[in-house]
């Protein structure tokens, strides 16, 4: 797996290393700004007094309303089969029905308030904590297509799209008019690398970040070039749209303070970065203050690792993101189950399924474990937490919990027609020997989200918070499932089946 060669690469980096550190630099060094322009140039910085003021006030409270509101959660990642919290807590904001996965765990936004959504908030202040939100992704939006523009990645100089201009003088001058700007002003008379252009810089979510390293017991020190405390290890974003930007402001509340040290200042916020398994090229260190923004544009998230290292105040970042949607949105898995139920032939008292062939059974079972495990049990994993802002995923809950019922019961139907002898052997074989491979696939992700939901980490955390392991059932439930939550017994069954055909 990726994960796996990356391991590989960073142990082979730390033995290159043995006792030294790499060469990193920060402004205080002569040639700061050359490196920054020959190695670093898609990453664009804006100084906090290039930003409207009153954007600033808006973003700033609604961190602070979030934070008051018990709203950012450390999140229970996984990695290389162990679990973790994560140092900095999160929470995730965006378009309805969106939702990011990061290190396997899936967060689900806590929807922007969008024209045509019927969104109940817990409090008026989240809603306009959301709203403010809203507004810096469209800002944001703005001055990635600029930056985009400014460095000439689109092809074409002459942009004809007039509305793209008078959008953004609109947005620039008012940021508190009513409601923000409709996505479709956006898509007239574009020229192709235009729309590529808008694709990569439409946000359709943030995940939020906020630390204050003086409540870590433990900070994890930068390992290659000696950075000292790091509040986020060195990374790719991942799940993003290709060569899509990443947009973050930052929000760090400092006091003043006098710096007389070498190297990075440790009481100052920065972001970190370097060319991705390399030695040849020195680090780069940048101090990220009150209200800085920076992007990370086109491909600079694939060539190059980002860190974020702690200062000493609390911080908090909106991280803006083109989240790759293909299978992350309600609308994608809703879509999933209704295909899946294609098969299902109900009549007014029973139930049957119209087709047994192998790649027919194959499809209906892969996206059954879809909408458990990368829906269901991902949702009910991470506690009642959304219900500190809004009950939004509620319903669409209840929906796929429905569905993923009716899912079980065809399930159980085509293990009752495998065990009868209908079927041409050769077809039956293949039939049972696809179903077999995802049942037992089920089966080690059941166990798996069982020992997730039980482990160290999970346990440690406080009531509403701690992990759901649901849906799940034992035989004496009086749940009316029609196969039991372990299947251990099913597939011994179908694979003495499989030995006994042949």
């Known amino acids: 797996s990726r994960y796996r060669s990356e391991e590989r690469k960073k142990k082979k980096l730390l033995e290159e290393l043995g006792e030294n550190s790499l060469p990193y630099l920060t402004p205080a060094d002569a040639d700061f700004h050359q490196l920054w322009k020959t190695k670093y140039s898609k990453l664009v910085f804006r100084k906090s007094d290039t930003v409207p003021e009153e954007l600033h006030q808006m973003v700033q409270e609604s961190f602070l309303t979030l934070r008051e509101h018990n709203c950012f959660f450390q999140d229970l990642v996984r990695i290389k089969g162990k679990d973790f919290l994560t140092p900095v807590s999160r929470i995730l904001i965006g378009n309805p029905g969106c939702t990011y996965k990061y290190l396997n765990t899936r967060l689900f936004t806590v929807p922007w308030p969008t024209e045509g959504y019927d969104i109940k908030y817990c409090s008026p202040q989240i809603h306009d904590a959301c709203k403010a939100l809203m507004r810096l992704n469209d800002y944001l939006h ?80 930068e390992p290659y070039f000696g950075m000292g405390n790091m509040a986020v290890s060195w990374h790719h974003d991942e799940n993003l749209v290709e060569k899509s930007t990443v947009a973050v402001y930052n929000y760090s509340c400092e006091g003043d303070h006098e710096q007389e040290l070498k190297g990075r200042d440790p009481a100052v916020w920065h972001v970190g970065l370097k060319v991705a398994w390399d030695i040849e090229t020195p680090g780069l260190a940048v101090p990220l203050h009150q209200g800085d923004i920076y992007l990370m544009l086109d491909d600079l998230n694939m060539t190059h690792q980002h860190c974020v290292l702690a200062g000493l105040s609390p911080r908090f970042s909106s991280t803006h993101r083109v989240a790759d949607s293909s299978r992350g949105t309600l609308e994608y898995i809703l879509g999933q189950c209704e295909l899946a139920l294609q098969n299902l032939q109900t009549d007014s008292d029973s139930m049957a399924l119209k087709s047994l062939e192998a790649a027919v059974v194959k499809q209906v079972e892969e996206i059954h474990n879809e909408v458990e495990f990368e829906w269901l049990r991902q949702f009910w994993f991470q506690g009642k937490r959304y219900l500190k802002c809004t009950d939004w995923w509620l319903k669409p809950m209840a929906k796929l919990e429905e569905f993923w019922r009716k899912l079980e019961i065809m399930t159980s139907l085509v293990l009752s027609e495998v065990r009868k002898e209908q079927q041409i052997e050769e077809q039956r074989k293949e039939t049972i020997s696809c179903f077999l491979l995802l049942l037992k696939e089920r089966q080690k992700l059941r166990q798996e989200w069982t020992a997730r939901c039980q482990s160290d980490a999970a346990e440690s955390l406080p009531e509403d918070q701690k992990p759901e392991c649901y849906p799940f059932w034992t035989d004496d439930d009086e749940c009316n499932m029609p196969l039991p939550y372990d299947l251990e017994e099913v597939i011994a069954y179908l694979q003495n089946l499989v030995q006994w055909i042949e």
């Open 142 to 221: 703005i001055e990635a297509v600029k930056a985009l523009r400014g460095q000439n990645l689109s092809e074409t100089k002459e942009i004809k799209a007039t509305t793209v201009i008078n959008r953004e003088q609109s947005l620039a001058t008012s940021l508190t008019e009513q409601g923000s700007v409709s996505k479709d002003q956006s898509s007239v008379c574009m020229p192709e690398d235009d729309r590529s252009l808008q694709n990569r810089t439409s946000y359709n979510l943030t995940l939020l970040n906020y630390m204050d390293p003086l409540q870590m017991l433990y900070l994890k020190q």
